[in-house]
């Protein structure tokens, strides 16, 4: 093997530099990292479900489901800014229940009209936080002026609202509290409106 000194052994490291193989830069996606959203522990889950309860308006009950059922019916995926996007019926046309429906970076929105035949309407829901993961907001849903919290530790829930009018035209207000000055807090979920 031949050996090279001085200033030829320092072409030679030199061209070997350009000789070795290109690498790609690292893309911007490589440096975004999604948190994690931690699984909430039971004392969080019990302590939640307890200030929930605590809350409810007179006309609406829960119960704690645990896991989402699967979704059935049309589907909705409601975004904050974006269109509504429906699997199985007409964009934004009246629905009847069920329906069901997720949604993504939602800080204040309106959910699907519809209309009612019956005296009482579940919603079940399950709800995180897109950001801040660890936000002091809260996340509501309303009907008809009657607002739930729902937790945002992705435990399942089932909220009744009675004394729903019939052959009403009506809809869900999702919306996370204390929006204000630049400080919004964006929730992710899903579930179903249903008759009980």
Known sequence: MKQFTGAAAAATAGLLLFAAPAQ????AEADVVEPTKAR?????IAANNAEVWASLPPNVTMTVIGKMPELRGPIDHYTQ??????TGLTTLAVATLPYSYTFDGVRNLD???????RTKICKDIEVTW?????????????????SVTVPTDGEARSYCWSGVPTNTTMQFNY????NTSGDFAFASGSGQVRYP
Do not use: M, Q
């Open 24 to 27: 790609a830069a690292p893309s």
């Open 40 to 44: 909430a522990s039971a004392a969080e």
């Open 81 to 86: 800014d974006g269109p509504t996007i429906t």
């Open 111 to 117: 959910g699907r009209e519809f209309r009612s035949t």
């Open 130 to 146: 897109d950001y801040p993961v660890g936000s002091h907001h809260k996340f509501k849903v309303t009907l008809r002026g009657s």
């Open 175 to 178: 919306a996370s509290t204390n």
